[in-house]
Nanobody, 120 residues
Framework: VQLQASGGGLVQAGGSLRLSCAASGRTFSSYDMGWFRQAAGKEREFVGRISWRGGAPYLTDSVKGRFTISTDNAKNTVYLQMNSLKPEDTGLYYC??????????????WGQGTLVTVSS
């Protein structure tokens, strides 16, 4: 499974960004997809997950109401739409493929990170 993330950048607080993750490989569709992020000097944090097969996506409390996660199955792409961005959303965002848990997921494959910087 290969994951190619893109869409990071510099944005002012209150602004929006959309991250994309293109998935490829024979078995990627058998995994749930998700996003993690890591701020400088902090531990990696789970952001949200979604299934290619439908069903409700899951987002962690700190981003609920501001972020949405979706898939375009025809393009094998997962999106993370981030609105009302805050400086604390700054970090390296990673696309992952793995298996969901109750309120998280266990990644098996990681894409390269894409940097999101939110200025105050």
């Amino acid at each position: 499974v290969q994951l190619q993330a893109s869409g990071g950048g510099l944005v002012q607080a209150g602004g929006s960004l959309r991250l994309s993750c293109a998935a490829s490989g024979r078995t990627f569709s058998s995994y749930d997809m998700g996003w993690f992020r890591q701020a400088a000097g902090k531990e990696r944090e789970f952001v949200g997950r979604i299934s290619w097969r439908g069903g409700a996506p899951y987002l962690t409390d700190s981003v609920k109401g501001r972020f949405t996660i979706s898939t375009d199955n025809a393009k094998n792409t997962v999106y993370l739409q981030m609105n009302s961005l805050k400086p604390e959303d700054t970090g390296l965002y990673y696309c992952v493929a793995g298996l969901k848990t109750v309120a998280n997921m266990n990644p098996r494959y990681w894409g390269q990170g894409t940097l999101v910087t939110v200025s105050s």
